[in-house]
């Protein structure tokens, strides 16, 4: 068994894994039942019932990670490593190839420059932080009532809002995830559809 790793500059959120295979066997037919019905659940990071499966697979994203690169940036964040675990339903070439994808998208889109314009995106309150949710999440909220496709700049209130959720994530106690509470109090299809926005919104909450 061995794993192959292409060579490239040393950038701490560029980087390609190639997969050819794992040491790591994929779970039996009845576990991965398991591991399915949970996931589409929505089960916790610390679900008992796939916990030493969890550990098992997150254990051998981390040593392909540290292959890559010794100092790769998520490397130590165990739960981030589980999270993207859980998404993947535990498959290790997938994940690796979700965190790939993930940071790719912060090589491209972080950190984000705060200027006036940015400011100014932050303070219409179409996207605010809005506490933590009973487990300690981050509470995102999203109103769109206050879109304004006419007058924004879709780069600008793209940037806002990566921003925000950054800085709301890495403030966050569990640091994992966050939840999105959508208020449409005032909208109006006429004045505040806003479908590129909605789209690019959609396209951050999924990374």
Not at 18 to 27: D, G, H, I, N, Y
Not at 79 to 91: E, G, H, S, V, Y
């Amino acid at each position: 068994m061995r794993q192959r790793v292409l060579a490239m500059p040393r950038n701490s959120f560029m980087f390609v894994l190639a997969r050819e295979s794992f040491s790591q066997m994929p779970l039996d037919a009845a576990r991965q039942k398991v591991v399915d019905r949970l996931v589409s659940n929505n089960c916790a990071l610390d679900e008992p019932e796939i916990a030493a499966d969890l550990e098992l697979i997150t254990g051998e994203i981390k040593q392909a990670l540290e292959a890559l690169d010794k100092n790769h940036a998520l490397a130590g964040e165990q739960n981030t490593l589980r999270r993207f675990a859980i998404a993947c339903k535990l498959k290790v070439p997938d994940t690796l190839a979700m965190i790939e994808a993930h940071m790719r998208w912060r090589a491209a889109n972080l950190p984000v420059k705060i200027t006036p314009a940015i400011v100014a995106e932050l303070r219409k309150g179409k996207v605010e932080s809005y506490g933590t949710d009973v487990n300690g999440n981050p509470l995102i909220l999203v109103r769109s009532g206050k879109f304004d496709p006419k007058e924004r700049d879709l780069a600008v209130a793209n940037a806002a809002v990566i921003y925000l959720l950054e800085k709301s994530i890495a403030e966050s106690p569990t640091g994992v995830k966050f939840v999105v509470f959508y208020d449409r109090a005032d909208f109006s299809l006429r004045k505040n559809l806003d479908l590129d926005f909605v789209k690019a919104l959609a396209s951050v909450l999924l990374v």
